[in-house]
């Protein structure tokens, strides 16, 4: 009679003992786990790396052709012998190549009036023809009509340049004396 109340005491042990090692197995589940997602996190972040790395050398290859194209196209605009030429140059090479920046060709020639050539070209023609800075002045209000010429300031440089008094044009283009 004494087998059956150690018998109790046995089952209570090897529940005990199951407990545990299903306790203990828990902890290995876990352990493994954390293992999975650190080995995953190790393996994940270099190939991420890997990617972004081959990413940027794409992108860098392809600005660094974009900005060595406009570098060459910019040498074959400043190569132009004359600034209209130049001008013409960057408009067919934007037509050409629409990556081209839309400002291209522009910098320069936003401070540039396009009015202004022509009456560039006649200052230099009349250098070149050793004209009296008094001719360049007449003959320069005569071709064009700006607003800064129709003022008594312009009659004073006039004066200046010359010693006389000069024939103005009035609004109906007959000279009167100022």
């Known amino acids: 009679m004494n087998a059956e109340p150690e018998q109790p005491d046995v089952e209570r042990e090897k529940l005990v003992i ?14 493994e786990t954390k293992k999975a997602r650190w080995t995953a996190i190790g393996i994940g972040v270099p190939i991420c790396v890997a990617l972004v790395t081959v990413a940027v050398g794409v992108w860098s290859a392809l600005k ?6 406009q570098l060459e196209v910019a040498k074959s ?5 004359t600034l209209g030429e130049a001008f013409d140059r960057a408009e067919v090479y934007q037509k050409m190549f629409p990556g081209i920046p839309g400002n291209f060709g522009k910098a320069v020639g936003e401070s540039i009036d396009p009015a202004t050539g022509p009456k560039k ?3 230099q023609q ?7 800075p008094y001719q360049v002045l007449l003959l320069y209000r005569a071709m064009w009509s700006d607003a800064w010429m129709q003022n008594s300031a312009f009659d004073n440089i006039l004066l200046d340049t010359n010693g006389t008094s000069v024939p103005v044009p009035d609004k109906t283009g007959t000279p009167s004396s100022r």
């Open 64 to 69: 660094q052709a974009e900005l060595q194209f």
């Open 121 to 123: 070209a006649f200052i």
């Open 126 to 132: 009349m250098i070149d023809a050793r004209a009296t």
């Open 18 to 31: 199951e407990r545990d090692k299903l306790v203990v197995e828990r902890e290995k589940l876990v352990l």
């Open 77 to 81: 605009v400043m190569s132009s012998p």
